[in-house]
C-alpha cells in the first residue's frame, strides 16, 4: 500500500513558467513532509519541508503548500529554469518515527 | 555537503555472493538510514540506525542486514545476493533538529 503518491510520472514546462508538483498521502499521522530533488547518477538533494502546523513554506523560487484536510501537498517553483530538469520525490514521516516514507517521483522538464 | 561517502560507488557481484556496502559521516549525526531506488518505486527503507548498535528494519528489510559499531559507519550486508537486490544503494544521514535528510551519492549494485 503506497501511504506517499506521486500521481504525475513526468511534467513538462517552458522556462520563465510556473511549476506544481503534486503529492498525496493516506496517512493522517504524518506531520512533517520534505521535497527533494534528483539528478541522474547523484543522491537526492533536499530541497523544502513543512510541518503540519503550517499551511505553507517559501524559499527562494520553491514554496511548498499543504492541505490536511485533503492529505495533499505540493511543490511550486516560480520561475522555472532548465537546471531544474531533475526527479522529484515527496517523503512523509509520523511523529518520532524518524522514518520517512518517499513517493515514487515526478520528472520535470523545463524547456528552455 | 553533509560529509557523506559511500563505497564502493560501482559493484557488479554473482548471484549468491555475500556483499557489503558503506556508508561513512563525517559529522556525527546519531541517524543513518539505508535506501534503495528502483524504477516506479522511488525510494524504499531497507534499514535504518539511530545510534551505535541500535538499528531497526524498513519497508523493504528482507535479505538485508546492517551493523554499527562506530557513529561514523553504517554498512549494509547482502548475505547472499539475489538478482532481485540489483539496485541503487543510497545512504543518508538526518540532521536534528530539522529533521532534514541528507544523502550520499549511491552505490549501483549489479548482482549477475
Known amino acids: 500500500d503506497q501511504q506517499v503518491k506521486q500521481n504525475s510520472p513526468s511534467l513538462s514546462v517552458q522556462e520563465g513558467r510556473i511549476s506544481i508538483l503534486n503529492c498525496d498521502y493516506t496517512?493522517?499521522?504524518?506531520?512533517?513532509f520534505l521535497w527533494y530533488k534528483k539528478y541522474p547518477a547523484e543522491g537526492p538533494t533536499f530541497l523544502i519541508s513543512?510541518?503540519?502546523?503550517?499551511d505553507k513554506n517559501e524559499d527562494g523560487r520553491f514554496t511548498v503548500f499543504l492541505n490536511k484536510s485533503a492529505k495533499h501537498l505540493s511543490l511550486h517553483i516560480v520561475p522555472s529554469q532548465p537546471g531544474d530538469s531533475a526527479v522529484y520525490f515527496c517523503?512523509?514521516?509520523?511523529?518520532?518515527?524518524?522514518?520517512?516514507?518517499f513517493g515514487t517521483g515526478t520528472r520535470l522538464k523545463v524547456l528552455a | 555537503d553533509a560529509g557523506i561517502t559511500q563505497s564502493p560507488r560501482h559493484k557488479v557481484t554473482e548471484t549468491g555472493t555475500p556483499v557489503t556496502l558503506r556508508c561513512h559521516q563525517t559529522?556525527?549525526?546519531?541517524?543513518m538510514y539505508w535506501y534503495r531506488q528502483d524504477p516506479g518505486h522511488g525510494l524504499r527503507l531497507i534499514h535504518y540506525?539511530?545510534?551505535?548498535?541500535?538499528?531497526d528494519k524498513g519497508e523493504v528489510s528482507d535479505g538485508y542486514s546492517v551493523s554499527r559499531s562506530k557513529t561514523e559507519d553504517f554498512l549494509l550486508t547482502l548475505e547472499s545476493a539475489t538478482s532481485s537486490q540489483t539496485s541503487v544503494y543510497f545512504c543518508?544521514?538526518?540532521?536534528?533538529?530539522?529533521?532534514?535528510?541528507?544523502f550520499g551519492p549511491g552505490t549501483r549494485l549489479t548482482v549477475t
Open positions: 559529522e556525527n549525526h546519531r541517524y
Open positions: 543518508a544521514i538526518m540532521v536534528q533538529p530539522s529533521y532534514e535528510q541528507y
Open positions: 496517512n493522517s499521522m504524518f506531520d512533517y
Open positions: 540506525s539511530y545510534g551505535v548498535k541500535d538499528t
Open positions: 513543512i510541518s503540519s502546523i503550517k
Open positions: 517523503a512523509a514521516s509520523s511523529p518520532g518515527t524518524y522514518k520517512y516514507i
